[in-house]
């Protein structure tokens, strides 16, 4: 063989190499181009299967939310009614009767004591019923439901503070809608013989500081707010007692205070304690911690 054979051979295996090669190449190249083609074309599809659904649920979808709704309401309906079997109070007394009610509920009330016997409040401590204990008021016949409904509420609240051990109630304030009653504006003239005695005024001219709300509903939230001191797990004790109650109970508001240290100071003869009894020779811990100023805003819904 001549040595232009043997280039002519080499050239020939080279080129079909390259050749092979470049069909390897462009086989890859074209199979990825289909790839994408493809992949590009199914998200097409998929878009336009998208855009051309209804704007509407499906059918499914709509007897799934309709059964939800009915099962919430049933629910919402039962709790109410449990919460109204649980919380029945006579509100249809008049004001001499509310007053003879109240006077002995609240000295009832004002017997409370700790479990070491002391008195949890103070001498002339009214419940937040000042007005009609002390004061001398007598309530408006239209008042009394709600005044009666929230004596109701005043003794099963500070029958669970007390049941908790409580050492002292500062402060017990309800809300006085008496006062948001008398601003609030009259309720609008009977109709009579098709036509009304007073024509509805433009919104822009309604009395200032009317409200939608009446203060005399006897549903919807009713505030109070407690003040009082305890030890740690007493108020513990309360906030537990309070979620379990029968009463639906929403704390919106919890302050607590310490009223002194957390550590005793040691005498200056610490190291002769060590024949002394327990109690003299602790300086922190659960058993010397300092008694709490506890602050809690709190509503009871009614239904």
Excluded at 44 to 56: C, D, Q, T, W
Excluded at 282 to 289: A, L, M, Q
Aim: charged residues 25%.
């Amino acid at each position: 063989m001549t040595i232009k054979q043997a280039v002519a051979i080499g050239l020939s295996v080279v080129l079909i190499a390259v050749l092979v090669g470049s069909g390897v190449v462009l086989a890859s190249a074209v199979s990825r181009t289909r790839e994408v083609a493809r992949s590009r074309d199914d998200a097409r599809a998929s878009l336009e299967r998208i855009y051309g659904e209804r704007i509407f649920p499906s059918a499914p979808n709509v007897a799934v939310i309709k059964q939800q709704t009915l099962d919430l309401t049933a629910w919402t309906n039962r709790f109410i009614e449990t919460q109204r079997a649980a919380f029945r109070q006579e509100t249809r007394l008049t004001p001499s009767q509310f007053m003879q009610t109240l006077q002995p509920a609240i000295r009832e009330l004002a017997k409370g004591q700790t479990t070491g016997g002391t008195r949890i409040v103070a001498d002339g401590f009214a419940f937040g019923f000042d007005a009609y204990l002390t004061g001398g008021q007598m309530p408006v016949a239209e008042d009394v439901p709600k005044l009666a409904l929230q004596l109701e509420m005043t003794q099963r609240i500070c029958r669970e503070l007390f049941a908790a051990n409580i050492v002292s109630l500062q402060k017990m304030q309800r809300f006085v809608f008496e006062t948001e009653a008398k601003r609030a504006p009259p309720p609008p003239a009977e109709e009579t013989g098709g036509l009304r005695r007073n024509r509805a005024r433009p919104a822009a001219a309604a009395a200032p500081g009317a409200t939608a709300v009446n203060p005399r509903a006897l549903d919807g939230p009713h505030p109070f707010t407690l003040e009082f001191t305890a030890r740690r797990d007493a108020l513990l004790a309360v906030l537990n007692r309070l979620a379990a109650a029968e009463l639906f109970v929403v704390v919106t508001d919890l302050d607590v205070r310490k009223t002194g240290p957390d550590v005793r100071t040691p005498p200056e003869k610490w190291r002769e304690l060590g024949a002394a009894p327990h109690a003299q020779r602790v300086v922190s811990g659960p058993e010397v911690d300092p008694i709490l100023l506890v602050r809690i805003v709190l509503a009871v819904e009614t239904f």
